[in-house]
């Protein structure tokens, strides 16, 4: 009986033993990899293992492009892009952003990918264009609608409080969390209690002095309230140099104020009806308004002088403004059209 025991346990043994081989197996490395593919082995079968086994290392857009050139085949390089959507931990750069699309992972699966790491760079329209012709043509006959329009929420925006930790606290280096803190800022006021976790979660004194010189919020406090429309203030703008603020009533005027000083320094009277919108051109020089009256009327802002109506929209004139050269004028109406005007030479 012992006998036949123990001859259960040994088979036992034998057939778990290439399991528990198996599980422990280690990961591969960037070297290894490289070596692997290199060697011309399978890459269906070198896809397999890298599956199975995984990898200790992030691939940047860099090392894809390495594998590529020494003869990686898409099966090979789309197991390496799902595991870096997998496990993922930092913003997603401009190189390996490309390498993804271009292994073939779907749209909607980078799309989501960008939304919940988000990027850290700035998307051009030539970068764009380099997307759509970066993937397998099966890919490109489809749609890359979600992964652009993902591009367009996420873009280059401030870290929150709880990115940073999770950048620090998945393993990213300072140097990069750094870098990051620099080109994009913050979105929240640092206080110390925050700047002790950030520290408990890695941070070097290089990350921390980022996070406190990063460009954060502004902070706005009421430094005074200006009086003297006798009906409600549609619209407010302020002069180029931000000496003076203009404001729209539906008093049918528009003022001019002192920013130091909140002091009225003239009224413009003209309109016929309720004015909904101001704007100063670039020299300040002069002023555009418009209103339920359906005209632009321009104001000479030195004088309080109108200079010119502009008449042409069928229905309220909802939206001023000026090009940044000064030479146009655009106006948006809510008869569904917008004009604009040319300063004659």
Known sequence: MKLRCSALILIIATLSFPQTLSSGQKPLTKTQLQQLVAAGMDSERLAKTVAERGIDFAPSGEYFAELRKIGAQPALLKVLGEIVLKSGKQPIDKDLLLELVATGIESVRLAKA????????????????????????????????????????????????????????????????????????????????????????????????????????????????????????????????????????????????????????????????????VAFSPDQRHLASGGDDMTVKLWEVSTGREIQTLAGHNDSVLSVAFSPDGRYLASGSRDKTVKLWQQRE
């Open 114 to 277: 960008v939304l919940e790491l988000g990027i850290d760079f700035q998307p051009t329209a030539e970068y764009i264009q380099a997307l759509q012709s970066a993937g397998p043509k099966e890919v490109l006959l489809g749609t890359l609608e979600a992964l652009l329009n993902a591009l367009r929420e996420a873009g280059a925006t401030p870290l929150r409080s709880d990115q940073v930790l999770s950048l620090l606290a998945g393993g990213v280096a300072n140097e990069r969390v750094a870098t990051l803190l620099k080109r994009r800022g913050i979105d929240f006021k640092p206080t110390d209690e925050y700047l002790e976790t950030l520290r408990i979660a890695g941070a070097d004194e290089a990350v921390l002095k980022a996070v406190q010189e990063a460009k954060g919020p502004p902070e706005f406090g009421l430094a005074r309230t200006v009086e003297g429309h006798s009906d409600e203030v549609t619209s407010v703008a302020f002069s180029p140099d931000g000496h003076q603020l203009a404001s729209a009533s539906r008093d049918k005027t528009v003022k001019l104020w002192e920013v130091e000083t909140g002091r009225e320094v003239r009224s413009l009277a003209g309109h016929g009806e309720v004015v909904l919108c």
